[in-house]
């Protein structure tokens, strides 16, 4: 793996090369003491990750980040500061994938820098990263997103009211999750729940953050590349209704039931990537469901290199967010078995496995059946679960 330090403290940059290389001999570890040094290794070089200060003289580090992005978009982007203000960090929050605070713990920093090591030959990973890599955001429906964006106009906006509005879009509900995993809001374990990451958030921050995402980008086209954008903002919704019915069902507490909500919410992430990326026609992979009913999954191997389960949680694993929710997201076109794998994983998988199983009416199903049959298997106690608790398995105008 090949990562670029860039502070203007030389002595802090040697320091941490001697770290990394002490405990990780077959990295390779440039440094640069300016922005512009560091496009210059860039341009020369292939980086895996790069881990900037913010505050140097001539090029800061939001400049540079947003120069990264642009110049080599697979390059993973990281803050490692002390000094910089919440504006300056809202303001190239697309920029960057994750935010440290220094000083930060030498053997939890490579910890960190190992996670983003991917082996040559896990093509799935190493093509959802070129796809998620350089993206900036998931865009919102419109229709939310201008009902969010008035109501933060108010002089003292109902959290609750925000929270069901961010529970009903992917684009907010993952910056805010991942704007409240960040360490320059809070430096405590891993944020699942969407409430709990709004209560992170000053008003001020969501205001801010509200206002960048709909300068950058809101899903004016709702059928981008043939995809149903509403209609899978609401399927989505509905598995994580689902998940969190079972949490609840099965006495898993109030936090696993909102993380199962979350995970759900975002299973299909990876969709609405693929359907904006503008190399492959997204429609084309769809098309070759319906007319063959072979699985999306398979079929979108065969077009990306990957699959839409990847892409969303390699994204959301560049954002910081709690493996656990990524392995969910990874893993939720199964196996559809509850004997494997984690409480989060298997609610997820069922939520998912219940909400498709009318495969003529439903679009999002992903073409992989509904491993149901067994009664000894606990997912059809969780099937009679769902069934039990009137959830409409199907987005409205289905």
């Known amino acids: 793996m090949r990562i670029l330090l860039v502070d203007d403290e030389s002595r802090l940059l040697d320091s941490t090369r001697r770290a990394i290389r002490v405990e990780r001999p077959g990295w390779a570890v440039f440094t640069a003491c300016s922005g512009e040094e560091a496009l210059q290794v860039i341009q020369d070089r ?8 913010m505050l140097m003289p001539g090029m800061d580090g939001a400049a540079l980040l947003r120069r990264v992005r642009q110049l080599s978009p697979g390059t993973v982007r990281l803050i490692l500061s002390g000094h910089a203000g919440r504006d300056l960090i809202q303001s190239c929050e697309a920029s960057f994938h994750q935010f440290l605070g220094k000083p930060v713990d030498p053997d939890a920093f490579i910890q960190l820098l190992g996670t983003f090591e991917v082996a040559p030959e896990d093509l799935k990973t190493v093509n959802a990263r070129r796809l998620v890599a350089g993206l900036e955001q998931v865009p919102s429906l419109p229709s939310l997103y201008a009902e969010l964006a008035h109501l933060l106009t108010e002089p003292d906006p109902s959290l609750e009211v925000v929270c069901r509005i961010v529970q009903r879009d992917l684009g907010m509900a993952s910056k805010v999750l991942k704007l409240a995993n960040s360490c320059y809001i809070s430096s405590e374990r891993k944020v699942n729940d969407l409430r709990q ?7 001020d921050v969501l205001k801010q953050a509200i206002q960048v995402h709909g300068t950058l980008e809101v899903a004016q086209d709702l059928h981008p590349s043939g995809l149903d954008l509403a209609g899978l903002w609401e399927h989505s919704a509905a598995v994580g209704r689902a998940a969190a019915t079972l949490a609840e069902a099965e006495g898993q507490g109030l936090g696993v039931a909102s993380a ?25 992979c769809l098309d070759l469901v319906q007319a063959e009913h072979r699985p999306l999954p398979l079929v979108e191997l065969e077009a990306y290199g990957t699959d839409h389960a990847a892409v969303g949680a390699e994204l959301l694993h560049l954002w910081g967010l709690d493996p656990a929710l990524c392995r969910a997201v990874a893993s939720h076109h199964g196996p559809r078995s509850a004997t494997t794998g984690d409480f989060l994983s298997q609610a997820v998988q069922m939520g998912d496995a219940w909400c498709s199983q009318s495969l003529q009416g439903n679009p999002f199903s992903d073409g992989l059946g509904v491993d149901l049959p067994n009664p000894s298997n606990s997912f059809q ?18």
């Open 197 to 203: 990451a709004l209560d992170l958030l000053s008003l």
């Open 260 to 284: 199962c909500y979350s995970a759900g919410l975002l299973h299909d992430l990876g969709r609405a990537v693929l359907a904006g990326e503008s190399e492959l026609a997204y429609q084309g």
């Open 381 to 398: 106690r969780w099937a009679a679960i769902l069934d039990g608790a009137h959830l409409n398995p199907l987005p409205s105008h289905l």
């Open 46 to 53: 292939e980086i895996d990750v790069l881990v900037t200060d």
